[in-house]
């Protein structure tokens, strides 16, 4: 409550912790995970399944210390409070009424003692573990102001930003590339042919396995594929980028249906799958233990699907009880390794790595054969044009607030706390928002290679240097404002020794030399727009 100090332990969740659970689970799971299969084939299975392992135990690492910085920034706010707010004369005359005037005869002379609030020490105050409740949500941004250094805020925004233009321009590429699969016509992609055809990425030409150059594939009359996916995405900017001129939020109606849907076209992929491994429909040939080249791409891709600690405010400080919240953000975890892990084992034994498309969902449509399975390819392959379609504008107006925020920091000194005029507040930032993505999606239809990026460049950014720099720069704000033992945090990370804070900016810096090495290499043999 504004210019109010609530006190510490006073309920304020809307849920249990079971419904906790089962938000972060569907939280962490998203779109990112449809990337994996072809990732995974990529890097081997032995590769594939000790980095996945590892990159899971490093994002629930960096989770409770997500859960840390929260508790120290509901704590620091409220010695905050305490400290700043001035001795009342309406309390002390209360004290002094209680005191004398309601006493009565029998009121027992020896009975249970009521301490006074204690006064306030220089620079302190009375702290307790209750005050690291965390009943106030404080997003990312929130505690980068509290607790970072001015150009600390600055690269925050930054990392933040290039996040958003990342997803942004994901999203971009699999809503149009998702509709040209449903509209145009199979170019001989329905894996009962494979041994004659196959097809480049961007769908622009066919090559035969003899080596000669076929046509490009038509879609619609004389439109072929690239020219329809252009026209896709020209509707997809048409129908969703005005939202960013506007304010709008997420219904929670909106938020349980793409919930459902996402859960129900998962499993989908893994019974068909499955099924279809029983029928002896497999990969030929089987993927390889081990290959160094497809780390980069899984690793980027890893980052991205397990991407959940700057949603973490959201679902955390709603939960009426976060005593067993490390507790649960393991078993949360537990249960989205080993489903990541059978969605990449059943799609790798299922479809060779020529065969496996950027976005999974794709490799289950089809035109021909039993009706069932026709439905459930319209299904999977129509699913991330309506999830994607209805976080565009959320996560593009949420791009658009953090580049003002940006802008505001970096112009503090001209500024002078004035706002923005209203045609740069309402035309200038959204356009700088939304142009740069779908530029980038004009560029090139190369989802694996988006999402690897956005993940293992901004990504671990997001995921591992804000969350783990928080933690300590919170406790490191509290204990030098008012002491050591003012730092009493109960949800304090399990991971709070520095040893692990070295380690992760540690396996930052590795991750970011391997990934942009990679890009480089990709960029110099002209790769990276393929």
């Given amino acids: 409550m504004a210019g109010e100090y609530e006190r510490p332990g006073k309920p304020s969740g809307t849920y249990s912790s079971a419904f906790g659970f089962i938000y972060i689970f569907n939280l962490v799971i998203g779109v990112g995970a449809l990337a994996l299969p072809k990732a995974f084939s990529e890097a081997g299975l032995a590769l594939g399944t000790v980095l996945l392992v590892v990159l899971c135990f490093m994002s629930f690492l960096n989770t409770t210390y997500m859960i840390e910085a929260m508790a120290a920034a509901n704590a620091y706010t409220r010695m ?9 004369p309406d309390i002390q005359k209360a004290d002094e009424s209680l005191s004398f005037s309601t006493v009565k005869e029998t009121t027992p002379l020896i009975g249970p003692v009521v301490e006074k609030e204690p006064k306030v020490a220089d620079g302190g105050s009375i702290t307790s573990p209750d005050d690291y409740d965390i009943n106030e949500k404080y997003e990312m941004g929130t505690m980068a102001n509290m607790f970072y250094h001015p150009v600390g805020i600055v690269l925050y925004y930054v990392v933040i930003c290039l996040y958003l233009y990342g997803d942004l321009a994901i999203y971009a590429v699999a809503i149009p590339k998702s509709m040209v699969k449903a509209v145009c016509p199979d170019v001989e992609l329905n894996w009962t042919s494979v041994e004659n055809w196959t097809s480049d990425e961007n769908w622009t030409s066919v090559v035969n396995k003899t080596g000669i150059e076929g046509t490009t594939p038509l879609c619609l009359g004389s439109v072929t594929r690239q020219q329809a996916y252009y026209i896709f995405l020209a509707i997809t900017v048409v129908l969703l980028c005005p939202w960013t001129f506007f304010n709008l939020t997420r219904s929670k109606y909106l938020q349980l249906l793409t919930t459902i849907l996402r859960n129900i076209a998962f499993i989908l992929m893994i019974m068909v799958a499955v099924v279809q491994l029983g029928q002896g429909k497999h990969a030929k040939p089987i993927p390889p233990v081990a290959t160094l080249r497809g780390f980069p791409v899984l690793f980027g891709v890893s980052i991205y699907s397990f991407m959940c600690q700057h949603s973490l405010p959201g679902m955390v400080t709603p939960m009426r009880s976060k005593k067993h919240i490390t507790g649960i953000l393991l078993s949360d975890y537990s249960l989205i390794l080993t489903f990541y892990l059978i969605l990449s084992y059943t799609g790798a034994f299922r479809f060779s790595n020529s065969e496996l498309l950027d976005l999974y969902t794709l490799n289950f449509f089809t035109r021909h054969g039993q009706i069932v399975l026709v439905i459930i390819g319209y299904f999977l392959v129509l699913f991330p044009v309506f999830t994607l379609s209805t976080n565009f504008p959320i996560i593009s107006i949420t791009l658009r607030e953090n580049l003002k925020a940006l802008v505001k920091v970096l112009m503090k000194p001209w500024l002078k706390g004035r706002d ?39 990504g671990v950014g997001v995921q591992y240097v804000i969350p783990a720099t928080l933690a300590f720069a919170g406790k490191y704000v509290i204990v030098k404002k008012y002491g050591k033992g003012k730092y009493l945090n109960k949800h304090r990370s399990l991971f709070g020794h520095v040893i692990f804070f070295v380690l992760v900016m540690i396996w930052t810096v590795i991750s970011w030399i391997l990934i942009i090495t990679d890009d480089a290499l990709k960029i110099a043999n002209h790769t990276f727009l393929e």
Avoid: H, M
């Fill in 420 to 458: 923005f005029r209203p045609f740069i507040d309402r035309f200038f930032f959204p356009l700088l928002a939304i142009i740069p993505p779908i530029l980038l999606a004009f560029a090139t239809q190369n989802e694996t290679l988006l999402v690897s990026i956005t993940g293992s460049i901004p």
């Fill in 80 to 88: 905050e409070k305490r400290r700043t707010a001035p001795s009342s």
